[in-house]
């Protein structure tokens, strides 16, 4: 064969056939890597989520060989620590031999656990860059590297999700809905924000998705006669791997067990029970070794993220209750209060997620999603999975609502507590599926109409990540109140086993990696149970949380005992309460640093 046909012959094969499958998936990789390096060079921000950094600061902690520690303190931590050990002063929790790192009682640990092993192959740079290019400008700081090397972690997650959606998607219907489904979910502007905000939302998508394909495999293959038992278990045990991989990266997530459960024990087919009891098992065995972990440190199954129910609430508003060092449930207990106080918040805050979160899941898609679920679907499988996706809405509702706290006001569109972004994917599989069959119904008069629909819908859809690229350029800081630069130079002012305080502990644990408890309730009675009965408060650092409260309401007309009273004491009499110990101030450009001793004139 001459050289000439060879080429033809070759440029045939590669306009039809396997061939063009290969270019289009060159391509279409090309362009997702090119939109991700893009997204991080002009839209980039670093963590913004409290949540964000308490987890990225016990990875540290574990990478570096401290074990599954924190120097994030709550004092409700404390208080069960001290309770489980049965001590009747704080003073003899004593983790400055340790290097002032504590158990923490606050994160699962799947993903902090995936974290550590990413620094432990990345070995990323702690100490911020204020010279080298990129991570900083023209002598300012800009990125943090660890930060941007967990987004790009949770960008490949990412990627990771848009698969499983594409496979899900052709499973349940056909090519075009499962290449636009994965369209829209690449395109999801709320999905790439997560992917840099360091939680592990990312992780949990995917773990959920995956969730959703072994069912549905779990599903086919039920109806199949005769069934394949051992492919049947094993996608069973499957499922069981991951909700317990799920529950152990964000606890809430364990309530999807439920839906599992009612989908399988309907659509199992003859072996339904025994595939209940099957992924009851290996959940079970795969959630039960770290429970037993937090209640042999803690006494609680959940450490502090079990009292997430009553955080939040009229007895607990605000950061209250992580800032009490005392049972929290005295008070709330009598009279079944606690019920009452649980009941409130449910019925409160599920009516703000059907009011105001529920029709922007997925923007326009939320309202092809939700008119779709009255289509009745030729497709067994997707008629099924409608179900199921239906009852981890009703699931996921009851987790958000019961389990929203102060990080959803901090940080009102980033958090751990956004567990209805999770359906995200399934809304665009099902909205898009909706979608074609009306278009399928229209009479339209040219083909080319149809591909001109299909394609706004997609310019409507994606628009704001199209418009996250325009200008103006976002700046990549989360300031104020963050800082990293001034905060690692504040705790570079301490030696590791001082014990600072502040309104951002979790800040001051991840970028300057000292032992920070979170501020007390007041400056006296509060202040002095960590003080003294715990350690010596060396350093206090306030941040505009604290100081740009609300001036008349809360600072002269509030408590004189609170933190914001102190400020105005000490601006305007240029004096500190006598009974307090730290008397040296210093003003920062991110706030105020109080001490007991000029240490910015002394190197540690």
């Known amino acids: 064969m001459m050289i000439s046909e060879q080429i033809q012959n070759l440029i045939h094969k590669s306009e039809t056939g396997p061939g063009a499958r290969i270019i289009w998936t060159f391509a279409a990789i090309l362009a997702l890597f090119g939109a991700m390096a893009w997204y991080d060079v002009w ?18 902690n574990l990478a570096g060989g401290h074990g599954y520690s924190t120097q994030f303190i709550q004092p409700l931590s404390l208080y069960l620590l001290q309770q489980k050990r049965h001590l009747a002063v704080l003073e003899q929790l004593d983790f400055t031999k340790n290097g002032g790192f504590y158990p923490d009682l606050a994160n699962a640990p799947v993903y902090p656990v995936m974290l550590a092993g990413l620094m432990k192959l990345s070995h990323p740079q702690w100490t911020v860059q204020v010279q080298k290019k990129f991570w900083s400008e023209r002598g300012h700081f800009q990125r943090y590297q660890p930060e941007f090397l967990i987004a790009i972690f949770n960008q490949f997650l990412l990627l990771v999700a848009v698969a499983l959606t594409f496979f899900i998607a052709r499973k349940l219907f056909d090519s075009q809905v499962a290449c636009l489904a994965a369209l829209f979910t690449f395109g999801s502007d709320l999905l790439w924000k997560f992917s840099t905000s360091g939680l592990s939302t990312m992780l949990l998508l995917v773990i959920f998705l995956g969730l959703t394909l072994c069912l549905l495999v779990v599903e086919s293959l039920a109806r199949v006669e005769p069934p394949a038992p051992r492919r049947l278990f094993g996608f069973t045990l499957a499922v069981g791997v991951l909700l317990g991989l799920g529950m152990l990266t964000r606890y809430s997530f364990g309530w999807l067990i439920v839906p599992a459960l009612v989908f399988l024990a309907l659509f199992g087919g003859a072996r339904r029970m025994g595939l209940v009891v099957a992924v009851c098992l290996v959940f079970g065995v795969v959630v039960l070794p770290w429970l037993a972990r937090n209640y042999a440190v803690s006494g609680t199954l959940f450490g502090t993220a079990g009292y997430a129910v009553i955080e939040s609430t009229s007895f607990f508003p605000g950061t209250k209750l992580m800032q009490t060092s005392t049972s929290p449930m005295s008070g709330s207990e009598l009279h079944g209060g606690w019920v009452i106080l649980t009941m409130h918040k449910l019925t409160g805050n599920t009516f703000t997620i059907f009011q105001n979160e529920l029709p922007h899941l997925g923007g326009w898609a939320a309202v092809l999603f939700f008119a779709g679920l009255l289509l009745g679907f030729r497709n067994v499988a997707a008629r099924r999975l409608r179900y199921f996706t239906l009852m981890c809405l009703a699931v996921l509702v009851v987790a958000q609502a019961l389990g929203r706290t102060w990080l959803s006001d901090l940080t009102p569109e980033l958090n751990s507590e956004n567990m209805l972004v999770l359906l995200l994917p399934l809304v665009f599989i099902f909205g898009v599926a909706f979608f074609l069959t009306l278009l399928d119904q229209m009479k339209l008069p040219a083909f080319g109409i149809r591909q001109a629909i299909i394609v706004l819908l997609a310019v409507i859809l994606c628009s704001p990540f199209v418009a996250s690229f325009l200008p103006p350029k976002p700046s990549p800081l989360v300031y104020p109140p963050y800082y990293p630069p001034e905060i690692q130079e504040i705790s570079n002012w301490m030696q590791p086993d001082e014990l600072m305080m502040s309104d951002v502990p979790w800040a001051v644990a991840w970028y300057g990696q000292r032992s920070c408890v ?21 350093g206090i650092y306030l941040t505009s949380l604290t100081l740009d409260d609300k001036f008349f309401s809360k600072v002269v007309r509030g408590d004189d005992k609170g933190w914001g009273h102190f400020v105005l004491h000490v601006a305007t009499k240029n004096e500190f309460p006598e009974d307090f110990p730290l008397r040296t101030a210093k003003a920062l450009g991110s706030g105020l640093f109080f001490t007991d001793q000029p240490r910015w004139t002394v190197s540690h």
């Open 518 to 538: 979170y501020l007390s309730q007041d400056t006296q009675g509060d202040f002095s149970a960590i003080n003294d009965y715990f350690q010596s408060v060396k």
């Open 43 to 60: 839209a980039y921000q670093d963590f913004s989520a409290p949540d964000a950094m308490d987890a990225a600061q016990v990875a540290r």
